[in-house]
């Protein structure tokens, strides 16, 4: 137990609530458990988000409410797909009914600042939804000052910098599954956590730009990975954390005029 840490369910509930009165803000990680290569484990989605949000929460003095572990079904064309043994998701009736219900929860604590971190690309519209069923509920029961920010931290990671990270050309956030955003924050973060030398280092997936259901296996590449991480080093990863973490506190004092 830490007096001082930025994430919820670290601290004791008198400190918690201490840390949220008074027009307290809290952050709500969002990721997946999902497959990304063979070179990192399957919390990625999670381990970034709570982490992004944690070097906002220090920013900005939010607390960083215990991540949403599970995400939507992995997309062929932004995961590598659902299919790939490992990759465990919810549906998005669920997700949907998360975030409603962490919503409801927190305004419950008095909290009218929330800003949902997303880590999972394919979460985004099922948080979005629950969102509003919870907005439209606390003002049926009177609550009119709920405000949610949703951020997805890859939104954050401007054209200046993808240029200084890719200079040997970017493919698209939608390809960068398991390859050099993650692979890099990864090695800046958890190191232990990354084996390089298993990377498969191979050119970008060519996915059509439609889907089908079920899903053809063999469109997605065989590491599971959409893009080479090779070219990935904790040193980008540096700059993505910084730059990223930097936008999304500032998005969130403008919109909660801090
Ligand atoms: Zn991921």
């Given at each position: 137990?830490?007096?001082?840490s930025v994430?919820?369910?670290?601290?004791?509930?008198?400190?918690?609530?201490?840390?949220?009165?008074?027009?307290?803000?809290?952050?709500?990680?969002?990721?997946?458990?999902?497959?990304?290569?063979?070179?990192?484990?399957?919390?990625?989605?999670?381990?970034?988000?709570?982490?992004?949000?944690?070097?906002?929460?220090?920013?900005?003095?939010?607390?960083?409410?215990?991540?949403?572990?599970?995400?939507?079904?992995?997309?062929?064309?932004?995961?590598?797909?659902?299919?790939?043994?490992g990759?465990?998701?919810?549906?998005?009736?669920?997700i949907?009914?998360?975030?409603?219900?962490?919503?409801?929860?927190?305004?419950?604590?008095?909290?009218?600042?929330?800003?949902?971190?997303?880590?999972h690309?394919?979460?985004?519209?099922?948080?979005?939804?629950?969102?509003?069923?919870?907005i439209?509920?606390?003002?049926?029961?009177?609550?009119?000052?709920?405000?949610?920010?949703?951020?997805?931290?890859?939104?954050?990671?401007?054209?200046?910098?993808?240029?200084?990270?890719?200079?040997?050309?970017?493919?698209?956030?939608?390809?960068?599954?398991?390859?050099?955003?993650?692979?890099?924050?990864?090695?800046?973060?958890?190191?232990?956590?990354?084996?390089?030398?298993?990377?498969?280092?191979?050119?970008?997936?060519?996915?059509?730009?439609?889907?089908?259901?079920?899903?053809?296996?063999?469109?997605?590449?065989?590491?599971?990975?959409?893009?080479?991480?090779?070219?990935?080093?904790?040193?980008?990863?540096?700059?993505?954390?910084?730059?990223?973490?930097?936008?999304?506190?500032?998005?969130?004092?403008?919109?909660?005029?801090?």
């Amino acid at each position: 137990m830490l007096r001082n840490s930025v994430y919820m369910e670290e601290l004791d509930a008198f400190t918690y609530r201490e840390k949220i009165a008074d027009e307290g803000m809290v952050l709500i990680p969002a990721g997946a458990i999902e497959q990304h290569g063979p070179h990192m484990p399957m919390n990625v989605d999670v381990l970034l988000s709570r982490t992004m949000a944690g070097a906002v929460a220090q920013e900005i003095s939010a607390v960083v409410a215990a991540p949403i572990v599970y995400g939507y079904k992995s997309q062929q064309r932004s995961g590598g797909g659902s299919h790939l043994t490992g990759t465990t998701s919810l549906d998005g009736a669920t997700i949907i009914d998360i975030a409603k219900s962490l919503t409801l929860e927190f305004a419950d604590h008095g909290v009218r600042r929330i800003g949902f971190v997303n880590g999972h690309f394919e979460n985004y519209q099922f948080l979005y939804e629950g969102v509003d069923l919870a907005i439209r509920e606390l003002k049926k029961s009177g609550v009119e000052d709920m405000k949610v920010v949703l951020l997805s931290y890859w939104d954050f990671v401007d054209d200046a910098t993808i240029s200084e990270l890719y200079p040997e050309g970017f493919t698209g956030w939608d390809l960068e599954h398991g390859g050099v955003l993650e692979t890099s924050l990864m090695l800046h973060l958890y190191p232990g956590m990354v084996d390089m030398s298993r990377v498969d280092d191979i050119p970008p997936a060519t996915l059509p730009n439609y889907d089908v259901l079920p899903v053809r296996p063999e469109l997605t590449p065989d590491s599971g990975c959409l893009s080479s991480a090779a070219n990935a080093t904790a040193e980008k990863g540096e700059i993505l954390l910084k730059r990223a973490s930097a936008g999304m506190a500032e998005a969130l004092q403008n919109e909660f005029r801090m």
